[in-house]
């Protein structure tokens, strides 16, 4: 299945993503304790962004590619790029240790010198689920460029051996979460609009079969 991609990042103003859960909280026990807990599955991402449309064909590409969204039943690729988040010095990154499905901590190699840090980010293209986003959590070298990293959210997939961590073009499988918001208002002059437009990571598979 072939996805668009979110063609607007030039016109960001400013962008971010969160990992949202969905904890469940409890009552308040004798003891004066409070229990929550997770159903969500390690969380699904969120992300909020405001742009800029400064010209009539720049309003209406974003209103075509709106509308193409279906009001949030088709995903997209959302780019979810931030200069402070990719790791300095590094030239490639990939799995060293075959990794299963919702593992949370991965084995990888890293190559061209330079460190990983928790907040770093990367995305793993998946054959069934498409690009994904993740965030490390904690990192820790070993020998010969190996490293241990514990990320989040759980992989949604599988992977080799190999598999490559992107980290210049992180982005991840979305949904528009705000379709009727993000539309442009067309009032018969030329001005610049600024426009708020929400996504939600997509927790379907897009490729093959489930």
């Known amino acids: 299945m072939a996805l668009e991609v979110w063609s607007f990042v030039a016109q960001r103003k400013r962008h971010g993503a969160t990992l949202v859960g969905a904890a469940v909280i409890g009552g308040r026990s004798k003891s004066g304790v409070i229990a929550t807990a997770n159903f969500s599955g390690g969380g699904f991402w969120t992300a ?4 800029s449309l400064r010209s009539d064909a720049v309003q209406l590409d974003w209103n075509g590619f709106i509308d193409g969204c279906d009001g949030g039943s088709t995903p997209v ?7 402070i988040t990719t790791p ?23 190559t061209g010198g330079g460190a990983l840090t928790r907040g770093h980010v990367f995305t793993i293209d998946h054959p069934g689920w498409g ?4 965030r490390i959590r904690s990192a820790t070298a070993q020998a010969g460029g190996v490293w241990s990293i514990s990320v989040r959210p759980p992989l949604r997939e599988a992977a080799a051996s190999g598999t490559a961590l992107d980290i210049e073009n992180p982005r991840c499988v979305m949904v528009l979460a ?33």
Not at 77 to 83: E, Q, Y
Not at 131 to 134: D, E, Q, S, T, W
């Open 48 to 51: 909020r962004e405001e742009c």
């Open 88 to 110: 300095e010095g590094v030239s490639a990154i990939a799995l060293s240790a075959n990794a299963v499905a919702r593992a949370t901590v991965l084995s990888v190699l890293v």
């Open 77 to 83: 690729i959302v780019p979810l790029k931030k200069r």
């Open 131 to 134: 690009p994904r986003f993740y």
């Open 178 to 210: 705000n379709p009727e918001a993000a539309t442009v208002d067309e009032d018969g002059e030329t001005v610049i609009q600024n426009k708020t437009v929400e996504w939600r990571e997509h927790m379907e598979r897009v490729n093959g079969a489930v």
